[in-house]
């Protein structure tokens, strides 16, 4: 899914935030890990890296399967169309 845009919808905001990002080369936004706990970040991206493959591992053939005719199942139902031949598996 996309993510939305963080400009200003009004243009006269959107303007002023041009001005000031070409103004002010030190200014390099907002950090995201501002008033975080710096080791309890590093733990969370350290899982969120072998998360995926570790699970990939310990699934077998038919729980893959199973996960995925339920994603397509989700897709389809989010496009508005309906498959009912994966309903029925």
Do not use: C, F, H
Request: proline content about 4%; cysteine-free.
């Amino acid at each position: 899914m996309a993510k939305k845009s963080k400009k200003p919808a009004d243009m006269n905001s959107l303007a002023a935030a041009i001005v000031r990002q070409a103004t002010d080369p030190d200014d390099d936004g907002d950090d995201p890990y501002e008033g975080k706990n710096p080791a309890a970040v590093e733990l969370g991206r350290l899982g969120g890296q072998k998360g995926g493959k570790a699970r990939a591992e310990s699934l077998t053939a038919e729980e893959r399967s199973a996960i995925a005719k339920k994603a397509a199942q989700a897709r389809w139902r989010e496009s508005g169309k309906s498959d009912t031949t994966l309903a029925d598996e």
